[in-house]
T-cell receptor
């Protein structure tokens, strides 16, 4: 069964700190790894990573994938209170034929205090 | 306009009842999904439809029946509700069946008493 493990499960930091969130996975027929941010309600897409070693960046957020060691990290620099959320890692793998499905990790609950 | 909208947002009902949750997307996407997020916050796929065709059906009790009347709508009907069905149900859509970039609705919180 496909497995996605995130760590830490929760993290409390102060504004301005830099955080690193981890995601490791075991899946067959890997296609991509994705990061989502879930505030109060709907998860929203952050990044999709398909190639090892290529950093994706969006503002203060960046992410990188290591397909050899089967993990990804999500970095957030100069954190702000608005970064407080659950960060979900998901791996997309073949569900048979041309169907792909996402397996989500439990998420990391990040709390940024002022 | 909300891209993926679900109704109702909250649902409280008794065990044994039957209930439905509706979902509509106005993004023109081909693929729609139902996910369940339980109390431990795990998001798990239940069903996926591509252009009204069921393409993924995880091991979900057959009390759960999805229906897609057209590619913009995916509804979820649940028969004989049980306590363990209490969760937040998220509808999502994607441009195609082979992309992991999903657009989620705001969720429907179902509480079974």
């Amino acid at each position: 069964e496909d497995k996605v493990v995130q760590s830490p499960l929760s993290l409390v930091v102060h504004e301005g700190d830099t955080v690193t969130l981890n995601c490791s996975y075991e899946v067959t027929n890997f296609r991509s790894l994705l990061w989502y941010k879930q505030e109060k309600k709907a998860p929203t897409f952050l990044f999709m990573l398909t190639s090892s070693g290529i950093e994706k960046k969006s503002g203060r957020l960046s992410s990188i994938l290591d397909k050899k060691e089967l993990f990804s990290i999500l970095n957030i620099t100069a954190t702000q209170t608005g970064d407080s959320a659950i960060y979900l890692c998901a791996v997309e793998a073949s569900g048979g034929g041309s169907n792909y499905k996402l397996t989500f990790g439990k998420g990391t609950l990040l709390t940024v205090n002022p | 306009d909300t891209a993926v909208s679900q109704t109702p947002k909250y649902l409280v009902t008794q065990m044994g009842n039957d209930k439905s949750i509706k979902c509509e997307q106005n993004l023109g996407h081909d693929t729609m999904y139902w996910y369940k997020q339980d109390s431990k916050k795990f998001l798990k796929i239940m069903f996926s439809y591509n252009n009204k065709e069921l393409i993924i059906n995880e091991t979900v009790p057959n009390r759960f029946s999805p229906k897609s009347p057209d590619k913009a709508h995916l509804n979820l009907h649940i028969n004989s509700l049980e306590l363990g069905d209490s969760a937040v149900y998220f509808c999502a859509s994607s441009r195609r069946r082979d992309t992991g970039e999903l657009f989620f609705g705001e969720g429907s919180r179902l509480t079974v008493l």
